[in-house]
């Protein structure tokens, strides 16, 4: 299995600020990588597919970026809708097993 | 816009059979895989397994001699059932719908609709 790792594990931050997750696969999965917000109490909410592909309605202050192995999750302007907890997935798998990484808790 | 809304028992005992079911609607069955994805504080996001329109699955190794995902596309829905659960099985249950984008030679999957998620406790 693919395993994905993310860091931190929480990170505090302040409304205004710009703050980088950062997720590594176990193994190559070259651009499939996805990001997503959940907030408490709610499913999860895509943001990033394709590692760098912005969901359709998801504001431009999120960026995604890398390949291979090493993938990051910017978060620019930080607004109050954005403390949240947010996870990568992956889904180069063949066949499809899509594994997440443990999620990373973004706090005031 | 489509919507999941998904229903099913939300406290078994050890041993028993979980049974969900997700409905879709405001958009197209066809064209998708359907998944079935938990979340637990102690493994976090799981992905359990998924199906299409023509009963195609795949499964999570780990889970597989349990689980059976069907689907009836007369009605837009699909549904899990696993087996002999236990503790360990306590978690929020989600359905999702996964989609595709094509990039050159790339083909990205990815969950772009969830269900609101069922809770599951499990007792001994």
């Known amino acids: 299995d693919i395993q994905m790792t993310q860091s931190p594990a929480s990170l505090s931050a302040s409304v205004g600020d710009r703050v980088t997750i950062t997720c590594r696969a176990s193994?190559?999965?070259?651009?499939?990588l996805n990001w997503y917000q959940q907030r408490p109490g709610k499913a999860p909410m895509l943001l990033i597919y394709?590692?760098?592909n912005l969901q359709s309605g998801v504001p431009s202050r999120f960026r995604g970026s890398g390949s291979g192995t090493d993938f990051t999750l910017t978060i620019s302007g930080l607004q109050l809708d954005d403390f949240a907890t947010y996870y990568c997935?992956?889904?180069?798998?063949?066949?499809?097993?899509?594994?997440f990484g443990q999620g990373t808790k973004l706090e005031i | 816009q489509v919507q999941l809304q998904q229903w099913g028992a939300g406290l078994l005992k050890s041993s028993e059979t979980l049974s969900l079911s997700c409905a879709v609607s405001?958009?197209?069955?066809?064209?998708?895989?359907w998944s079935w994805i938990r979340q637990s504080p102690g493994k976090g996001l799981e992905w359990i397994g998924e199906?299409?329109?023509?009963?195609?699955?795949n499964y999570n190794p780990s889970l597989k001699s349990r689980v059976t995902i069907s689907a009836d596309t007369s009605k837009n829905q699909f549904s899990l059932e696993l087996s002999s659960v236990t503790a360990a099985d306590t978690a929020v249950y989600y359905c999702?719908?996964?989609?595709?984008?094509?990039?050159?030679?790339?083909?990205?999957?990815?969950?772009?609709?969830w269900g609101p998620g069922t809770r599951l406790t499990v007792s001994s």
């Open positions: 999702a719908r996964g989609n595709r984008e094509y990039s050159g030679y790339d083909n990205y999957w990815f969950f772009d609709f």
């Open positions: 405001g958009g197209s069955f066809n064209g998708y895989y």
């Open positions: 199906i299409n329109h023509s009963g195609r699955t």
């Open positions: 193994q190559n999965i070259r651009s499939y």
């Open positions: 394709g590692a760098s």
């Open positions: 997935q992956q889904s180069y798998s063949i066949p499809r097993m899509y594994t």
